[in-house]
């Protein structure tokens, strides 16, 4: 290596040293190591974009991988995630010594928050390693008065629409966003942006939000409690008594038996001439008669005979969330009355396209049919008392930023 090329490489690296340590200062948490920094300069970096078809083992083909080191990689990893699963549209990064070619490790960001790690240990064995994603966060505060809509006036602003997508989510239960907004409804509302190698990414969380909806004052302000027995984070949307912004939907509609058909998206032969696009609900076997309840307080939007899906009930819960309930033997409910939680629409049948008494249940989700047996849905827990007063005491900073 001549000396001008080891002089550029060692400005590189200051470069890149001075805006690591610059990234540290801001964030207050170094997000990129020094020793990780120096090596991705070092090693040479190959980049493949998953594209459909592509399978893990013609990715590492086309990046010169052998055989045997593929596999070798696959079970080093098997624990940690199932690389044979890799997503089309995300990228996977390889990287290799610079000198003598040998690979050196594997990224793969799995979601928006882990990435896979597979690189050498001491012991000279692949090791695989889900790591959190350290981002750097600027937050972001938002204002606007509604013309027409919350989205249209958050688009006039540039909001990232996810962001605008996550607001409506804290608010889903308190305010309605479709119905009931009011032209001179004002909002303001302090977020976080997530950066990485000062790139905007995506938005992070929702910390604070106000909205004054006609006339009404509605606060909202993220907290974390602390972790549950199961290490989980204990987290939600409060008002500022500390009581909960959201509902939790009851956890099943009907007293079932076993549940039938669970909820697929994949195709799904039927018969020679029917292939169905999965099945995009939970089917509850239940005997005929059996009184099915709605999961939350909403208004009936339909409430009869549907086709295939027999006689029909659907509940309109807030901007954010449907359920339907179908194939019932009666119905309880009219189209447009309100319902509570817990209430008795109807009653398990086989009307419509059906083969025996259940309850074909569907929750839907702006618009799209989600699993209700996975979906992170909210809870309707209050501040703790305990955290009570830590948690009032967070919320200082943030109504007063929010007042104006
Ligand atoms: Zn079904």
Redesign the pocket.
Known sequence: MNNKLKLSLLGGLIMVVLLVVKFSINNNQPTVTLPEAQAQILDREEVVNIESGMTFSTITEQVGLEDSLMHELLEASQDEYDLSTVRVGKPIKFYFDRQTGEFKKLVYQIDSEEELFIEKNGADLWQAECKQIDYEVRLKTISGTIDSSLYQSAVEQNVDIRAIIALADVFAWTVDFGMGIRVGDTYKFIFEERYRDGQYIMPGKILAARFVNDGKVIEGYYFEEGLDEDGELIDGYYDPDGISLQKIFLKNPVDFKYIS?GYTTGLRYISAFDISTG?R?I?YAASYGTPVRVVGDGQVVYAGWNGSYGNFVSVRHNDTFTTNY?HLSKIYISYGEKVEQGEIIGAVGSTGLSTGPHL?FEMVKYGTKINPLTVDLPSDKAVASENLDNFKQSIIQWQEQLKN
């Open positions: 058909s099945h609900a089917d179908a074909h």
